[in-house]
C-alpha cells in the first residue's frame, strides 16, 4: 500500500544550524503539507503547498521556514536558524484531492531535537 | 478560532469491552472529519474519514460518526483489545486548502 516516507527519523542539531527534513508523498498526490507536534501538545498545521506554492502558511511558519519540492517525488522543510523551540515531531502529508472532501495520510515524522 | 476538543485526555478500559471516544468542534460548517490513530512516538494512521453528508462510517471493529447541528463526532470502538491501546485524535478540515485542525487527543489502554 502506498504510504508517504519521511527521512530522517530523528535529527538532531545545534541551535542556529540549519536543518533540511525530507518527505516523499504518495506519488499521485497533488497536495502536501507539514505539521508539528510539540511534546505532549496538539497537532499543529505549519503549511500547505500546491502547484508548485504554497497555498496556506500558519503564523508559526515565518521567514525561518521554507519548503521545496525539487523533484517529481521530494517535498522538504527548510529551517534556517534552530531555535530551541523548534524542537518537536515534524510530520508531512499529501492527500490526492484538495478541497473539504480530502484525506490527508501522514508520514510518520521526523523527531527533531535543537540543544 | 476553530477549536476541536477531546475529552477524556486518558481512558482506561478492561479488554473486551465497547467504548466510545468524543470529539467536539465549534465549526459547525464541517465538511468531513478524520480520525487517526497515534502509537507512541510514531506518525499518525488515518482510520476513518466521515463526511458530513454521512451519519456513520465503519472500518472493521471501528464506527465513526458525524452530528453536525450538535458538533460531535464519536468513534465507537468494539470488544476493545491491548492492541487498540493508542492515542486517539480527530481533526477538521478548514479553510479553502484544508488544513487540519487537531484535538489533543485521548490516550487509550486496553487492560487485559
Known amino acids: 500500500e502506498p504510504e508517504v516516507t519521511q527521512t530522517p527519523s530523528h535529527q538532531v542539531t545545534q541551535m542556529g544550524q540549519e536543518v533540511i527534513l525530507r518527505c516523499v508523498p504518495i506519488s499521485n498526490h497533488l497536495y502536501f503539507y507539514w505539521y508539528r507536534q510539540i511534546l505532549g501538545q496538539k497537532v499543529e498545521f505549519l503549511v500547505s503547498?500546491?502547484?508548485?506554492?504554497?497555498?496556506?502558511k500558519s503564523e508559526i511558519f515565518d521567514d525561518q521556514f521554507s519548503v521545496e519540492r525539487p523533484d517529481g517525488s521530494n517535498f522538504t522543510l527548510k529551517i534556517r536558524s534552530t531555535k530551541l523551540e523548534d524542537s518537536a515531531m515534524y510530520f508531512c502529508?499529501?492527500?490526492?484531492?484538495?478541497?473539504?472532501?480530502?484525506?490527508?495520510?501522514f508520514g510518520p515524522g521526523t523527531r527533531l531535537t535543537v540543544l | 478560532k476553530q477549536e476541536v476538543t477531546q475529552i477524556p485526555a486518558a481512558l482506561s478500559v478492561p479488554e473486551g469491552e465497547n467504548l466510545v471516544l468524543n470529539c467536539s468542534f465549534t465549526d459547525s460548517a464541517i465538511y468531513n472529519l478524520q480520525w487517526f490513530r497515534q502509537d507512541p512516538g510514531k506518525g499518525l494512521t488515518s482510520l476513518l474519514l466521515?463526511?458530513?453528508?454521512?451519519r456513520e462510517q465503519t472500518s472493521g471493529r471501528l464506527n465513526a460518526s458525524l452530528d453536525k447541528s450538535s458538533g460531535r463526532s464519536t468513534l465507537y470502538i468494539a470488544a476493545s483489545q491491548p492492541g487498540d491501546s493508542a492515542t486517539y485524535l480527530c481533526a477538521q478540515p478548514t479553510g479553502a486548502n484544508s488544513k487540519l485542525t487537531f484535538g489533543k487527543g485521548i490516550t487509550l489502554s486496553v487492560r487485559p
Open positions: 502529508a499529501s492527500s490526492e484531492i484538495g478541497g473539504i472532501y480530502n484525506e490527508q495520510f
Open positions: 466521515i463526511q458530513s453528508s454521512q
Open positions: 503547498f500546491y502547484n508548485n506554492e504554497i497555498s496556506e
